[in-house]
């Protein structure tokens, strides 16, 4: 990790305002108050990096933040946007340069700052070069407007490409002891080039917190009940069998965030509902889990 980007744990907007970029969540997600209770108590933690995107919530993730800074003016605040995705239902998407310089405009407008420190493409284009995206996201760099610029959502080839057309800093995608796929090559590539990788649904979507169980329906309002289909394969025997032993071994979302944070090449974009939801990072940090034991979790899944 590139010594400018030195958050382990950051604070995932993606529940403010809506679950993610799904336009059929927008309105709700966490409330304005909601959130605002959460980044005070990741702030007042110790938490100083935040994670938004201007689809998220339709704006509303972007917008809460930037009310919250109005409100508190934190010194050091650092933040992570992105782009990709609609703003609404049939509006555009993608990352032609023309949308690219717009949507960050209206980012810093709706977060009420004059740059972001990272900025990612939130998705892989494959109508436009990745050049021309390096090219856009260079020019945004010189302008003072973002710090930084990275990717989410690649595969190794996908990375590969980037990584010969521009001077990518960051990588975010999903990584956890129930979705292992980054270890194949984007992690690898990312430790050999510096590039800051984030692990994003590090508790995979709530499932590595425990609160699924074997013929138990999904409780009202989990994303299980709300948004069931990114995660709809982990329902298996196997699953369910590997999360029993994690309880076992002690409190599952804490272990599965430490066994994230054993590597050191592994940032943590957290997704906390609530304040409480921030202790198993919390407590993860205070805790480093040992190789030995890294390496015992991961061989239960
Ligand atoms: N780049 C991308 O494409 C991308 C994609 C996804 C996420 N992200 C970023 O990564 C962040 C985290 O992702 P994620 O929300 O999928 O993470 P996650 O931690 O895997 O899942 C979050 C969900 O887990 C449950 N949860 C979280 N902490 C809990 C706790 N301590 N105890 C009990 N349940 C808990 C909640 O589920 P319920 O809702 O069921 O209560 C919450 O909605 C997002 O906010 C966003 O900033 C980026």
Redesign the pocket.
């Known amino acids: 990790m590139p010594p400018s980007l030195p958050a382990r744990v950051v604070l995932?907007?993606?529940?403010f305002g809506g679950i993610?970029s799904a336009p059929e969540f927008f309105g709700r997600g966490e409330s304005p108050e909601e959130a605002f209770a959460i980044m005070d108590a990741a702030w007042e933690a110790g938490i100083t990096w935040f994670?938004?995107?201007d689809a998220?919530g339709g704006g509303r993730s972007e917008t809460a933040i930037g009310e919250w800074i109005r409100a508190r003016r934190p010194d050091g605040l650092r933040i992570t946007t992105?782009t990709f995705n609609p703003m609404g239902t049939g509006e555009d998407h993608g990352l032609a340069p023309a949308r690219v310089r717009r949507q960050l405009d209206s980012s810093l407008r709706r977060l009420g700052v004059e740059r972001v420190d990272l900025y990612?493409a939130?998705e892989w284009d494959p109508d436009v070069p990745v050049a021309e995206v390096a090219g856009v996201l260079e020019e945004l760099r010189a302008a003072g407007k973002i710090g930084a610029y990275g990717l989410?959502?690649v595969d190794g080839p996908q990375l590969r490409e980037a990584l010969a057309a521009g001077s990518f800093a960051a990588v975010?995608n999903?990584y956890?002891l129930l979705d292992r796929e980054a270890e194949r090559e984007v992690l690898p590539l990312c430790a050999e080039h510096g590039l800051w990788f984030q692990a994003?649904?590090?508790?995979?979507?709530?499932w590595?917190?425990g609160?699924y169980r074997r013929d138990v329906h999904p409780q009202e309002?989990?994303?299980?009940a709300m948004r069931p289909e990114p995660y709809a394969h982990y329902c298996n025997e196997h699953v369910f069998d590997a999360l029993e032993e994690l309880e076992r071994r002690g409190e599952p979302?804490t272990l599965a965030i430490a066994w994230l944070l054993a590597d050191p090449n592994v940032s943590v974009?957290?997704?906390?509902?609530r304040p409480?939801?921030l202790?198993?990072a919390l407590d993860a940090l205070a805790a480093p889990l040992s190789a030995e034991d890294r390496d015992a979790l991961a061989a239960l899944f």
């Open positions: 995932g907007c993606g529940n993610g994670d938004t995107a998220y992105k990612l939130h989410s959502n975010q999903s956890s994003f649904s590090p508790l995979a979507g709530g590595l917190t609160k309002g989990s994303r299980m979302a974009v957290v997704g906390p509902r409480e939801h202790k198993p």
